[in-house]
């Protein structure tokens, strides 16, 4: 292990309105909110992680395996992990990604992982390759979709796995699988499931792809989803019209699902999701599409929702988490780790209104971050040789 202190942060602090748009100019350096950082462990490319109730930490790495990080070590990989669809190539996108714990996992052991999988490509199909997404996924023709599989966690080994819910359709290559997995305060599962950079789903009932997906722990479909019954749609869906979220949170006063999506060329966004609504991906977005072709804003088509923020340039959000507490000066505060950005980004609330906005400079790619125990925050960073990382307040803070 070894500590260093970072010095240098960046701040921002913004109108008090319930839509703003955070440009290059807002954010200023500072050296008020240094943190301490500790190195505890590097790993392959690790994407999720979640504490078990005694303590030990889950961390998932994008090739394909699953570790618990406890007592200052880092475990081998667990067994009965699924096979994942992974090829090693650079910026790939899919492999083994996310990974919860049952809220009564001291009482049936279960945790869940979320993952690509790859089906025979029998029809010979090939990735049309539109300029709108950028340059395609380097000619991968593989045939994918996202699926989440619970099982039993007995030491170092799953047993019973099962999956309980996949993206359909599948589709060739591209990335944009989504797949953040939070549990609602009434145990039912909300699983992010993105649009496969595909145009056409997000705004389609008859597929789950581009939604927020809402489904029982066993897979099965609450009967109080929004198009339950209804005819030419998919009763697992819970919002519709999103993009690529990688940011899943649940406020914990008003136990709402809040979310940190990726926009196109500009435009990220924070949602707050409500049942049924819908967000307005691809019809509208605060940013364009990567060949510069434009996108109508929100403003101009009032039928769909709103984001409480928009970012341009990009933060790519990837993580989240209600910050509640001591050891930072930080609690109610919403923190996402930045992708793009390399940062911490942390928003001041006032209801759903951002007061301010800090940005914690960490010069690295953040995947994931997690309040400890201790009131410590744990990050993990994209990269080949990735870091989990200790965050407390730096010796020289004076907040």
């Known amino acids: 292990m070894h500590p260093g202190i970072r010095a240098v942060a960046i701040a921002a602090t913004l109108p008090a309105l319930a839509l703003a748009q955070t440009r290059s100019g807002d954010a200023t350096l500072s050296p008020m909110s240094s943190v301490r950082i ?6 392959e490319l ?3 992680m979640e504490f078990l109730p005694d303590g030990r930490l889950l961390i998932t790495e994008k090739p394909g395996r699953l570790r618990i990080y406890a007592d200052g070590k880092l475990s081998a990989p667990i067994e009965g992990v699924p096979k994942v669809a992974y090829s090693g190539k650079q910026g790939e996108q899919g492999g083994l990604l996310d990974v919860a714990v ?3 996992f001291a009482q049936n052991s279960r945790i869940y992982l979320s993952y690509s999988e790859e089906a025979p490509n029998n029809s010979g199909e090939k990735d049309p390759g539109d300029p709108r997404f950028g340059k395609s996924s380097g000619g991968d023709d593989r045939l994918m979709g996202g699926a989440v599989m619970r099982a039993k966690l007995d030491g170092n080994r799953l047993s019973e796995t099962q999956v309980i819910w996949r993206q359909e359709p599948k589709t060739i290559g591209r990335g944009h699988f989504g797949h953040r997995i939070v549990f609602g305060r009434d145990g039912m599962m909300f699983i992010t499931s993105g649009d496969r950079m595909r145009f056409d789903p997000a705004q389609s009932l008859q597929s789950n792809l581009g939604k927020v997906i809402r489904i029982d722990r066993d897979g099965s479909i609450p009967k109080d989803n929004p198009f339950v019954g209804k005819p030419d749609a998919r009763g697992d869906i819970w919002s519709l019209g999103h993009r690529n979220m990688l940011s899943a949170t649940i406020h914990p006063e008003t136990g709402q699902l809040w979310l940190g999506e990726m926009g196109p060329l500009g435009g990220d966004e924070l949602n707050v999701v409500e049942r049924g609504a819908n967000y307005g991906w691809p019809v509208v977005s605060d940013g364009d599409n990567y060949d510069k072709s434009p996108i109508p804003d929100h403003t101009t088509k009032p039928e769909f929702k709103t984001a409480i923020r928009t970012w341009t340039p990009v933060i790519a959000p990837s993580g989240a988490m209600f910050y509640t507490g001591s050891v930072f000066p930080w609690r109610g505060t919403l923190v996402f780790g930045g992708l793009s950005s390399k940062a911490l980004v942390r928003l001041t609330l006032d209801g759903t209104k ?3 906005e ?3 400079d960490m010069q690295r790619r953040i995947r994931d971050l997690i309040q400890a125990p201790d ?3 744990l990050v993990i960073t994209d990269d080949p040789k990735g870091e989990l990382l200790r965050l407390t307040p730096a010796s020289t803070s004076r907040r």
């Not at 500790?38 to 790993?43: D, F």
Request: hydrophobic share 45%; aromatic share 4%.
């Open 375 to 377: 009131g410590a925050v």
């Open 358 to 360: 800090e940005r914690i």
């Open 46 to 48: 690790p994407w999720g």
């Open 38 to 43: 500790e190195q505890l462990a590097t790993l």
């Open 354 to 356: 951002v007061t301010a």
């Open 102 to 104: 049952d809220p009564e």
